[in-house]
């Protein structure tokens, strides 16, 4: 056994804390999925999954089946290695934008200084497998949605950062955990009191970096078919399915990381409050989808280089000022 | 230049000898037979300049099922369960067509109940087959959930319709003379309890829908289309109307019934993909007008006219043609009889085929979102383009 | 002026949002209009206006029987040529009874020959065909046929779709050999 000893626990932590995240991401996809489609059928007055189990509650474990057991397909004239990679570049970094989430005081799998840093960065990825998708497929339409996501996402990154920056300059650090240390139990103690806009603005970007209706334009099913993901069947397609989710739920963290006080609540705090304030906001996602038209393309644009940028310029200068003066 | 001689031998006819423009950076784009937003198998090739849309042009063809052949071998009675599959979403409209067309050349008088009974189940479903297409219109845009409420209240409808019809789609419970069956107390009663209900629910649809602002900006001011164009076209119905056309056909050719109920023709003259929208939308409201009218003024009397003509029954001699506003425009029959059980011709004058004919100048130029939305905004059911 | 409303509208904007997620809202919390199909049906007062596949309506002494009377109007009538009707043949006449019947006309007395019977033996509606229109309905001058309010005409195959009209509905879905086999010499 000695050769075990010669592992850092750095090591050990970090492998355990991988394992867990990917249980925690498996879990919530398949919960996610079934909470989307029970939300989507009771707002629309219908059950929504409802004969696999009771109340239809493995329909998503019957689906992943499904998934899974489907051939792999490539068609003719894609490009086969860029086309396989494009699925597992989705899932991937969406894994390791779990390592520096705050679940709770302790509840972190490495704290890093610059952990908002690293999550900005590795969420940049996603577009990139994206973008090989809709180019390997050899599909027009998974080519649009390429170019569609590209300029979408690319555009979305700028207000986003400049609202994270609002926080970051405010509380003067770049580390998840000493934001939400920063934050008071009570409501009224959290970042979204004093920076409303900002959290808008983050929740706008959130949208549309994570390819949610309204901001669905790179699958936008009437136009595009299914857009990037057109040419993806079986698993292909469910990684991207889990990649989706799995984005969400990272927005979501973050979110309730600098805005809303993380694992701090009234009373105990602890992992409970964090969950329940990303679950809150995985509604909000859901029952967002399932009200609004999409937009046009260009208006996404429009809403993004007219109103967000300029606002959250607006935004970071007053923070800067007030900070400056006070 | 054919693309065989460049030697290109890629896609079909169409795609062949759908000729590239003078740009050598465009791509060449298929929408359909088998796509989302042509609700059925329309095909739309479109030329692509990144987003743009250069050209698009329709390809049609793939629900063809020679009605009109059909007319010509089938009696005219025999030819009425055709007209209720032409449009499936305004069915009666069609079988008031063929109807009329028939009586009209045989100088029929129809009773008044039966003309009563027709208008309130032609108005019916007119409501029906706009609220189908509002549902698909929405889905079009990307909005999943207004089709689902839009559904629950076509359900109640098609409930309503079936007592009399018997059928909840291809309906065609008109006959040569009359309607084959009469209103029962119970759908009179039906009826009357679920106007109100209906009226409430249209200004939820308002809110969620109407007045949203991101349905608005992708609406207003798209795939615009002038009263010239319009003419130009022989464009009718609800999209006619939007462009600021009064015409609807129900007034211009003086209907009795219609003549002596209160209602207006809904017109817009903006001309974009909103104003037929709403033209759609304030037609639904008119239609439950002209339903409650009708039924607190429907007479007694037989349905069906006395000397109904038999199954092997021969018309006269001669030409008529009968129109009839359906839910996406002039539906007309000309009828030609030789004096035999046949008829020698039967023409069919469908509003989606130039409606649709007008989409190729509307949608250049504009983005592929645009186009999808303007396609949708004019309302097309397939299976009447080809007929 | 104009600077207000310029102000004003992106406000407006963004309430119709709020007012489009306060509907949906609303309708999540509202019942469901769902009928789970198998374990629940449709109210009846529904299924009683649809039309069905036809069916012959029962004579009203005799149950058993119909007052068809086997005159191929429906035949004539049908738009999609899905009725087949064949006429119960005339009885055959065997030499004996040929020979008693010739000794009783020279007799001189009145003969009754056997003629065919007026009613159908073989009644086929072919559903996979039928377009539910009603012409046969209509055009029955005894009135013997009827819609039934059968929704859930199902078969796995295209046998299972010859409606055998003589047998009492729903049993009637399944046609002897024999007849099927006339069918397919038609």
């Given amino acids: ?326 | 230049m054919h693309y065989e001689q460049l030697g290109v031998t890629e896609g079909d006819f169409y795609n062949r000898n759908f000729e590239k423009g003078a740009r050598e950076d465009t791509m060449i784009l298929n929408l359909g037979p088998q796509h989302p937003a042509t609700h059925g198998v329309l095909r739309v090739i479109v030329e692509l300049d990144g987003e743009y849309v250069i050209r698009a042009e329709p390809v049609l063809g793939y629900l063809h099922r020679m009605h009109e052949k059909m007319g010509e071998v089938k009696t005219l009675s025999q030819f009425i369960p055709n007209t209720g599959r032409i449009d499936y979403g305004h069915a009666l409209g069609w079988n008031w067509a063929f109807v009329g067309a028939v009586e009209r050349l045989a100088g029929f008088e129809v009773p008044e109940r039966a003309q009563y009974i027709r208008v309130i189940t032609t108005e019916i479903n007119r409501i029906t087959s706009h609220l189908l297409w509002w549902g698909a219109f929405t889905l079009d845009l990307g909005a999943i959930t207004p089709i689902m409420y839009a559904f629950d209240d076509r359900e109640h409808l098609l409930d309503i319709l079936q007592m009399p019809t018997g059928s909840r789609l291809t309906h065609s419970s008109f006959r040569i003379g009359g309607v084959c069956t009469d209103l029962s107390e119970k759908f009179i009663e039906t009826v009357r309890d679920f106007i109100p209900k209906m009226r409430e629910r249209l200004p939820m649809y308002r809110d969620l829908v109407t007045d949203n602002v991101i349905l608005r900006k992708r609406l207003e001011g798209v795939g615009v289309m002038d009263a010239d164009m319009c003419r130009r076209y022989g464009v009718t119905g609800p999209v006619a109307r939007g462009s600021g056309l009064a015409y609807d056909v129900r007034q211009a050719e003086h209907f009795p019934i219609y003549e002596g109920l209160d209602w207006q023709v809904a017109v817009r003259t903006e001309g974009d993909s909103m104003a037929r929208y709403l033209v759609r939308m304030d037609e639904m409201e008119q239609s439950l007008n002209i339903i409650e009218q009708a039924l607190a003024a429907l007479p007694a009397g037989p349905v069906l006219m006395k000397n109904a003509p038999k199954v092997l029954w021969k018309a006269p001699k001669g030409e008529s043609y009968f129109a009839v506003e359906g839910a996406r425009g002039k539906i007309g029959v000309h009828l030609v009889s030789n004096g035999g059980e046949f008829a020698y011709k039967v023409k069919l004058r469908s509003p989606c085929f130039s409606n649709l004919s007008a989409y190729a100048e509307a949608a250049r130029g504009t983005i592929l979102a645009d186009a999808v939305a303007i396609l949708g905004s004019l309302d097309l059911v397939i299976p009447e383009i080809d007929r | 002026m104009s600077m207000i409303r310029k102000v004003l509208e992106p406000i407006g904007d963004l309430w119709s949002l709020v007012v489009g997620l306060r509907i949906t809202g609303r309708n999540f919390t509202r019942p469901q209009v769902t009928v789970h199909y198998p374990r629940e049906q449709v109210p009846t007062d529904l299924t009683d206006s649809y039309r069905g596949p036809i069916a012959l309506v029962p004579h009203p002494r005799d149950a058993t029987k119909s007052k068809c009377t086997a005159c191929m109007i429906c035949v004539g009538a049908c738009p999609s040529q899905c009725i087949t009707v064949v006429k119960a043949p005339a009885p055959v006449i065997t030499p004996e009874q040929e020979k008693t019947f010739q000794e009783a006309e020279a007799r001189g007395e009145e003969v009754e020959r056997p003629v065919a019977p007026r009613e159908p033996v073989i009644w086929i509606n072919d559903f996979s065909l039928c377009s539910l229109c009603g012409m046969c309905v209509e055009a029955c001058p005894p009135r013997c046929l009827t819609f039934s309010h059968e929704l859930n005409a199902v078969g796995t195959s295209r046998d299972a779709f010859l409606h055998n009209l003589l047998i009492p509905y729903p049993g009637s879905l399944k046609p002897t050999p024999e007849q099927v086999q006339k069918l397919q010499e038609r």
Wanted: a neutral charge; hydrophobic letters at 55%; aromatic letters at 14%.
């Fill in chain 1, 1 to 326: 056994m000695t050769f075990l000893a010669a592992i850092p626990s750095e090591l050990i932590h970090i492998v355990i804390g991988m394992v867990a995240i990917m249980a925690f991401v498996g879990i919530h996809v398949l919960v996610l999925v079934y909470a989307e489609r029970k939300g989507a059928g009771h707002i629309q007055r219908r059950p929504g999954p409802f004969e696999v189990g009771p109340h239809g509650i493995l329909q998503p474990l019957a689906d992943a089946g499904k998934l899974i057991g489907k051939q792999l397909f490539t068609p003719t004239n894609a490009d086969p290695i860029l086309f396989w990679m494009a699925p597992v570049l989705a899932v991937f970094p969406v894994l390791l934008l779990f390592v520096p989430m705050p679940f709770g005081p302790v509840v972190t799998v490495q704290e890093v200084n610059l952990g908002l840093l690293l999550i900005l960065a590795f969420a940049g990825i996603g577009v990139l497998s994206t973008m090989l998708a809709g180019w390997a497929s050899n599909n027009k339409f998974g080519l649009l949605g390429a170019a569609r996501t590209v300029s979408q996402s690319v555009a979305y990154e700028i207000p986003l950062l400049l609202a994270v920056l609002c926080i970051a300059f405010q509380k003067g650090s770049l580390n998840l955990s000493t934001i939400v240390e920063g934050q008071g139990s009570w409501p009224w103690q959290w970042n979204i009191v004093t920076q409303p806009l900002a959290f808008l603005i983050f929740l706008v970007c959130a949208f549309a970096e994570t390819n949610r209706a309204p901001f669905d334009l790179p699958e936008a099913e009437s136009e595009l078919t299914a857009g990037f993901h057109t040419e993806y069947s079986g698993m292909g397609f469910g990684m991207f399915f889990m990649a989706e989710y799995a984005n969400m739920v990272v927005v979501s963290g973050v979110c309730t990381a600098l805005f809303l006080g993380g694992w701090k609540g009234p009373g105990i705090d602890g992992v409970w409050w964090f969950m329940i304030k990303v679950y809150a906001l995985l509604a909000l996602f859901i029952w967002v989808r399932w009200t609004y038209p999409r937009v046009r393309f260009d208006q996404l644009l429009n809403i993004n280089w007219k109103w967000l940028i300029p606002l959250a310029t607006l935004n970071l200068l007053g923070t800067v000022f007030l900070m400056k003066v006070f």
